[in-house]
């Protein structure tokens, strides 16, 4: 099945209004905020400078918006480019499939390893040389002559990428103090719905009136103002005492990572049968194995796996991944829905694919502040009856029934991201003290690998249950392609209804009042 390279032209506008609307929501924080103080939370180790302003925190929540939005933008802006990327270097579809791949393979594979690296106290330092790295290589990627060079840009753009994304959900955890937790993963679903939204559209502007490289040359201006912002915003981090990092398991959890990745991504394209799916899965799962193994034996490891003998964490932990894998997949499948089953040109389809993101801003912020102060279980319940009922409503769907069916699953998908905030909160929460590090990078590593399993899993699902094997979208009866969305809908209901389960079914810790300073 064909990549949707042109399913982000339909997100027109979405940039605009993104901005407008997360400026009045900060300014009404700001407002409300006042001259507040809070304590130190006990639940953070002695080392970890939790910020007690309120302007300090507001700077640090800018700082995770900006880097949210970053991250997305740039993973989702390449694909309208693809094509006139391809034709620049005189490469196939399929060879220019990997300017993506190789960004997200990194990403995956690295996430946990630099939540780790920053978690050792060096916060500050590996996020600005994160965004530094990812600004150089944009320049490379803007520059490049050839495509290998182009490749090996972004390599390290995703390097730099990975840095970004491991290191927002840590600032939360690291700065801000626990009565704020709620609101600072709520900012990570504003940023990352303003990336995903409007990186195809500026990608698409930006590649029909000047040309591709502009999408990766925008990136230094942006990253240098980045860097110097940052270097103000972030407060000064002290180390944790910890001296030994553990090589090893960084190198297999990179390995079997991008193994996966690989395979996910790869098999859309030659199909699950192929020499390298069949390579990639073999080395997947050995080390994978070789992970467990070394990580049970290891004084220190990247991950303790000790963790995950908490029900409790792995029923948090599953209910988020699995909010990103069924969002991501009716985000995937729905642009095509509009196209082919309702017949609307694009900008009429972008006006429809603008709800959730404005659902998404206006709902975030005052969820994540309620979830601070009341609990974050039935907000992450919430979460996962929106995306149940968003599925339901997609599954019994049909253009004859008008779009007013349409723009209310749309509404609830708003519902699903502005409410995954406290989902994510709950990962940190359900975790040992020591771990607060590790919990946030695998906030990050069940966001990004639940988007890319999502996209992945839903179009294989879609092929399988239409029986539309690799044909493109634009060739399908629309009756075939019905019959495919309808079923791929009704497994995402049933995955979203145990999210709905798994979130229930862990209560919400023994809330402890905080004295004001």
């Known amino acids: 099945m064909d990549a949707p390279i042109d399913a982000g032209r339909m997100i027109g506008a979405r940039a605009i209004m993104g901005w407008i609307g997360l400026r009045g929501l900060w300014t009404s924080y700001l407002e409300r905020s006042g001259p507040k103080t809070f304590s130190k939370n006990t639940l953070f180790p002695k080392g970890m400078a939790v910020i007690e302003k309120s302007r300090e925190q507001v700077l640090l929540l800018i700082v995770i918006v900006f880097l949210t939005t970053m991250d997305g933008m740039d993973a989702s802006i390449v694909n309208i480019a693809l094509p006139s990327i391809a034709s620049s270097f005189l490469v196939d579809t399929s060879t220019a499939s990997w300017v993506s791949l190789t960004y997200f393979m990194m990403m995956a594979g690295l996430l946990l390893v630099f939540g780790r690296l920053a978690d050792r106290g060096i916060i500050k330092k590996v996020l600005m040389s994160g965004l530094a790295l990812f600004t150089i290589f944009s320049l490379v990627c803007g520059l490049a002559i050839t495509f290998e060079v182009l490749i090996i840009g972004r390599i390290f753009q995703g390097v730099g990428a990975a840095v970004m994304g491991a290191c927002a959900p840590l600032l939360c955890v690291r700065f801000l103090p626990k009565s704020r937790l709620g609101l600072g993963m709520s900012t990570i679903a504003i940023g990352a719905s303003i990336g995903y939204a409007s990186g195809p559209t500026l990608g698409g502007i930006i590649t029909q009136y000047l040309s591709w490289h502009w999408i990766f040359i925008i990136n230094l201006p942006i990253g240098i103002a980045g860097i110097l912002f940052m270097a103000k915003a972030i407060p000064k981090d002290e180390g944790n005492g910890r001296a030994y990092f553990d090589v090893p398991g960084s190198a297999l959890s990179v390995i079997a990572m991008i193994a996966g990745v690989f395979a996910i991504e790869r098999s859309s394209h030659v199909g699950i049968e192929d020499f390298q799916i069949v390579a990639a899965i073999f080395i997947f799962i050995v080390s994978t194995i070789l992970f467990i193994l070394w990580e049970r034996r290891c004084a220190e490891p990247i991950l303790n796996l000790s ?151 839903y179009a294989a699902l879609f092929s399988t249950l239409s029986g539309a094997g690799n044909t493109p979208f634009a060739d399908l009866d629309i009756h075939v392609f019905l019959e495919g969305y309808h079923g791929v809908m009704l497994v995402g209901m049933a995955m979203a209804a145990l999210g709905v389960v798994l979130s229930a079914a862990v209560k919400d810790e023994e809330r402890r009042p905080e004295t004001t300073g």
């Open 307 to 457: 963790i995950f003998r908490s029900w409790e964490f792995n029923s948090v932990f599953s209910a988020y991944l699995l909010i990103n894998l069924v969002g991501t997949g009716i985000w995937y499948l729905t642009p095509f829905y509009l196209s082919l089953a309702m017949g609307l040109d694009p900008a009429t389809s972008g006006l429809f694919m603008l709800i959730p993101p404005v659902v998404t801003l206006m709902i975030s912020v005052p969820i994540g502040k309620l979830s601070d102060r009341s609990g974050r279980r039935w907000f992450s319940v919430m979460s996962c009856m929106a995306m149940t009922t968003a599925s339901g409503i997609l599954f019994l769907i049909d253009p004859v029934n008008g779009a007013a069916p349409l723009l209310i699953a749309l509404f609830f998908m708003g519902v699903l991201w502005g409410s995954c905030g406290p989902a994510a909160s709950r990962i940190v929460e359900k975790i040992g003290t020591r771990e607060k590090g590790t919990g946030s990078a695998l906030i990050a590593v069940a966001a990004y690998l639940g988007a890319a399993v999502g996209a992945a899993a």
